[in-house]
């Protein structure tokens, strides 16, 4: 059995890339969860508009090719921008006039969070391996 400095054997590697698949469709998920809610509270609350939908969706798209061509630093920076989310959102769940849809961004921000951070080291694992194949 051969052993690479990555620590990954052959055997594990189909293990490490369905951890990897998991990961990036929970990401995905919970990203097309997270828009489509900006998206559906900006058409039906009165204060909504394009304005408020484009400041809250922006940084969040900017990423979108990133996750597409599924690049692990795209998924290390979705951490970092979910954090202005998850923060936004906790404000707005303790003030007396918190909404559901708050309590819905922290949840989607942390599953969010939580998925992108693992989908990153993994991509980092699973490509490391392959170029070490490949030599």
Wanted: hydrophobic share 55%; with cysteine.
């Amino acid at each position: 059995m051969m052993i690479d400095n990555s620590g990954i054997t052959p055997s594990e590697a189909p293990r490490l890339y369905r951890k990897l698949s998991v990961a990036r469709a929970i990401t995905l998920a919970s990203y097309i969860a997270l828009l489509l809610l900006f998206t559906v509270t900006n058409i039906i609350q009165p204060e909504g508009g394009v304005a408020l939908w484009l400041l809250q969706c922006m940084p969040l798209l900017i990423l979108a090719p990133g996750l597409i061509q599924q690049r692990y630093r795209s998924y290390s920076w979705l951490c970092f921008v979910i954090l202005l989310y998850f923060t936004w959102s906790v404000t707005n769940v303790m003030s007396p006039l918190s909404f559901w849809r708050d309590w819905l961004v922290v949840i989607l921000s942390v599953i969010l969070f939580i998925a992108a951070m693992l989908a990153s080291r993994w991509q980092q694992h699973w490509q490391y391996w392959q170029t070490r194949q490949l030599t």
